[in-house]
């Protein structure tokens, strides 16, 4: 059974960083299909791809967090990260942590090539 659970989110100013958390298991980091990524949910609005990251390190970014954002893991604690920076009040929505079954490419953003998901953790930035 794969679960994944996030950790990190909170309330920060503008210009702030925040670093979220996902730790996987049940689901290889390194499995030959993996695929992870951060989606994420403003209230009333649909799930959005922000960031994902390929079993061979490649990441594809969101245009509105490139130079901002950073994907990372560490394969040998099965976590995947998510580093926030210079943080705006458009980045305000709950991020959730999501893994694939089967390698991803252009169609990355989208939330249904996704099968695991993880709770969500509130991000909440303030002008």
């Known amino acids: 059974q794969v679960r994944l659970v996030e950790s990190g989110g909170g309330s920060v100013q503008a210009g702030g960083s925040l670093r979220l958390a996902c730790v996987a298991s049940?689901?290889?980091?390194?499995?030959?299909?993996?695929?992870m990524g951060w989606f994420r949910q403003e209230p009333g609005k649909e799930r959005e791809g922000v960031v994902t990251?390929?079993?061979?390190?490649?990441?594809r970014h969101a245009d509105s967090v490139k130079g901002r954002f950073t994907i990372s893991r560490d394969i040998a604690k099965n976590t995947l990260w998510l580093q926030m920076n210079s943080l705006k009040p458009e980045d305000t929505a709950i991020y959730f942590c999501?893994?694939?079954?089967?390698?991803?490419?252009?169609?990355?953003?989208?939330?249904?090539?996704?099968?695991?998901w993880g709770q969500g953790t509130q991000v909440t930035v303030s002008s």
């Open positions: 999501a893994a694939a079954s089967r390698r991803l490419f252009s169609d990355w953003y989208i939330g249904s090539n996704y099968r695991y």
């Open positions: 049940g689901y290889t980091l390194n499995y030959a299909y993996a695929c």
């Open positions: 990251i390929g079993r061979d390190g490649n990441t």
